[in-house]
């Protein structure tokens, strides 16, 4: 004789169940490594707070009266 071959309700349940937890843990993943660190954390880390200079690339804008060093061409790599 063959056994039932329907699947009992828990089974459907788990078969339900272990994929949407599945999503739900990588999306909390996502946005915990996508989201912007804390002030708190950057104390701890030392950075500094303020943000980037616009257009410098750099987290610490240049201290004034200091020049930034210069960039190659675009296109050119550096040697």
């Known amino acids: 004789m063959y056994p039932n ?5 828990w089974q459907l349940t788990i078969m339900a169940v272990v994929p949407v937890v ?16 804390s002030r708190q954390n950057l104390e701890v ?6 943000p980037a200079a616009a257009g410098t690339g750099s987290r610490s804008p240049a201290k004034p009266g200091e020049r ?3 960039r190659p061409p675009a296109g050119r790599q550096a040697a």
Do not use: D, H, K, Q
């Open 5 to 9: 071959p329907a699947l009992s309700a």
């Open 22 to 37: 599945a999503l739900t843990v990588w999306l909390i993943a996502i946005y915990v490594a996508a989201r912007e660190p």
């Open 45 to 50: 880390a030392g950075s500094p707070a303020e």
């Open 68 to 70: 930034e060093p210069e």
